[in-house]
């Protein structure tokens, strides 16, 4: 069974297959940043930074959107550093962002906003994902698109989308391919629509669709542990027009094998996409000592 997904993989992402070099250390595998978590919704930022740690980036770091840190520690997940997002919004180490995962609309998540628009707009060769609350406050406030560059990533869900491209969710389903293309020129990034099948659309004329997954998938938290399975790429080196497509089809494939294990796809919860993941990605490296 392994094998199909290894032949996949092999050929149409084969970094995702690369091996540890030996010689490798922490800061081999880059520092992920997720700012995101306003009141209520801290749950969606915890998500993503164990999705990006467990996918294999060297250190992860979260930034809530709160005036304190909601909590001290993860107790599941020490190894993961806790901020303000105003903290962490000024540090220089990070090698990829995601921004937006439960980051809600709120005066505090604008304020949050600003900030990334400061930074990203002088710091144009970040790495970020924007999703969720993010691409929401970018509907709203047109004036915070100035943040978002050409090696950025979006990944709106199709009433994300609709708020973005001014229209219905109704009618972005009914053309998702010319709504995918619009999301990339409009926005000049990398765009990517979720959804049964989603697409990526990395520049006009390349366009992936991921025919991969399986109803599972459609389980709250599922995007905030796509936005750390992206981010986590970006940080250990993926070029972003890779990283996407290559995170999109890894966290459908991982939906795919706890349906294989009768963990889903009924009742299946997004966190256990983060096992799952991982357990893929390193019998994707196994493939190809072979
Ligand atoms: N534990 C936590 O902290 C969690 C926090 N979270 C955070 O919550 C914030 C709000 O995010 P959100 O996506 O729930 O709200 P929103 O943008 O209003 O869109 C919802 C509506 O969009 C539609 N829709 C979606 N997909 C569609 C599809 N494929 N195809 C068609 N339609 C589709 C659908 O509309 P309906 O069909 O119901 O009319 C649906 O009801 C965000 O910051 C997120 O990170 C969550 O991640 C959960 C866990
Ligand atoms: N029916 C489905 N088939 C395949 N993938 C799906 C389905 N429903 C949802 N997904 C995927 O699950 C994820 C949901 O993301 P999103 O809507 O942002 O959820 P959340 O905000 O709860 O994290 C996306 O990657 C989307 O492509």
Redesign the pocket.
């Known amino acids: 069974m392994w094998e199909t997904y290894q032949h996949f993989a092999r050929q149409h992402f084969p970094e995702l297959c690369q091996q540890r070099p030996v010689d490798s250390h922490k800061g081999t595998f880059g520092t992920v940043a997720i700012i995101g978590g306003n009141i209520g919704m801290s749950g969606?930022v915890i998500?993503a930074a164990r999705a990006a740690l467990k996918l294999g980036a060297g250190k992860v770091k979260i930034g809530f959107a709160q005036d304190s840190l909601p909590l001290p520690v993860l107790e599941n997940q020490p190894e993961i550093m806790l901020y303000t997002a105003d903290a962490l919004l000024q540090h220089q180490d990070i090698s990829a962002w995601s921004i937006g995962?439960g980051l809600d609309t709120d005066t505090r998540a604008l304020h949050t906003m600003h900030l990334a628009r400061e930074r990203f707009q002088t710091d144009t060769h970040a790495q970020v994902v924007w999703?969720?609350d993010a691409l929401n406050l970018f509907s709203l406030h047109e004036d915070l698109q100035a943040a978002i560059q050409s090696q950025h990533i979006i990944?709106?869900?199709p009433?994300?989308a609709a708020r973005l491209l001014h229209t219905t969710t109704a009618s972005i389903q009914a053309d998702r391919k010319t709504a995918v293309a619009q999301l990339q020129q409009r926005f000049g990034c990398i765009s990517?629509l979720?959804?049964?099948?989603?697409l990526v659309q990395v520049a006009a004329q390349n366009a992936y669709v991921?025919l991969s997954?399986?109803?599972?998938?459609?389980?709250?938290?599922?995007?905030?542990?796509?936005?750390g399975f992206m981010t986590s790429l970006l940080a250990q080196g993926m070029d972003a027009d890779i990283a996407a497509p290559a995170a999109?089809w890894l966290?459908?494939a991982a939906?795919e094998v706890l349906a294989l294990q009768k963990i889903g796809p009924i009742g299946m919860v997004?966190t256990e996409l983060i096992d799952a993941a991982r357990f893929l990605r390193n019998q994707l490296s196994v493939a190809i000592e072979i």
């Open positions: 969606a998500m995962c999703d969720a990944t709106p869900h009433t994300e990517v979720k959804g049964h099948h989603s991921n997954g399986n109803a599972g998938l459609a389980t709250a938290g599922s995007g905030d542990i796509l936005s999109v966290h459908a939906a997004a």
